[in-house]
């Protein structure tokens, strides 16, 4: 028996195998990223929502250049590939070629915020009507866990070992923020998934931000915060509450911007 099998036999408490729990926009329920990694979860929420809303043969997906890149070749819907940090770009050529599909670009902070900042400032200052999602760990995982531009004050990283020194390294950049404060911005969010709580609030957050692109309002954007025990050197039962302690303390998760002013969706768990 291959290791494919073994692992599709393992039972979940329920009783049910582990690839009953697949969603059906994802064709493996294996992947190659850590354990305790948040991509995972968050790649999750996002194609979930895209087969509740009923959209699987209408959605196109653009990747950045990170970890979560290996989810690429595992998701049954449309996908393209970007340039390191270009993601936003492409997403626009596709949205006004295709303008009857949902478009998300997929970037990590390392990609979005430190390699193709003006990308997505300038996508979303003309309004473009896409849905550009950030998953924020505050590292640059895929290359060794360096600091990148969102990485927050403290924060050990590869290159940043003693924590991040606004004197030797500068401030970090809270990208939600400087885009919501863009007039052509409609609906900016930043959420988690630390928690079950958080997870089930993240997936309220980017159905709401696909609500906008598919009627027509404009441009929404989605900041994730997402674990990385091994770039963090922290264990991983203790990365959510290292998210906390760290990213969480800085960013404060919930609703940044809603041009159609939906009610607010909450704070992110303790």
Known sequence: MNERSVVSMRKAPSGKLVDDFTPSL??????????????????????EIVAEMELTQRTIAVFGVGCYTL?????????????????????????RTRPGALVMTIQG??????EGLQEVMHA??????ITCVLLNNGVLGETGSQ???????????????????AEKHGYP???????????????????????????????????RAFEVQWEHQ?????????????????DTLDAPDYLNSTLGSVYKVGVLKDECASPPIGKMDA
Request: charged share 20%; proline share 3%; net charge positive.
């Open 26 to 47: 994802i064709i493996s329920g294996e992947h190659q990223l850590c354990p305790g990694c948040g991509e995972p979860i968050a790649m999750r929420s996002l194609v």
């Open 71 to 95: 989810f690429a070749s595992n998701l049954d819907i449309e996908v393209l590939q970007a340039l390191h940090g270009r993601a936003p770009s492409l997403g626009t050529g596709v949205k």
């Open 109 to 114: 902070d390392g990609d979005m915020v430190s």
């Open 124 to 129: 979303a200052a003309r309004g473009e009507a």
């Open 147 to 165: 600091m990148t531009a969102s990485t927050v004050l403290g924060q050990r990283t590869k290159n940043s070992l003693e924590g991040r020194d």
């Open 173 to 207: 950049i809270a990208i939600a923020d400087v885009v919501a404060g863009l007039r052509g911005s409609s609906y900016v969010a930043r959420c988690a998934v630390n928690s079950a709580g958080n997870v089930a609030r993240t997936r309220r957050m980017i159905k």
């Open 218 to 234: 404009g441009f929404s954007f989605i900041e994730i915060l997402t674990m990385c025990p091994t770039g963090w050197f922290v």
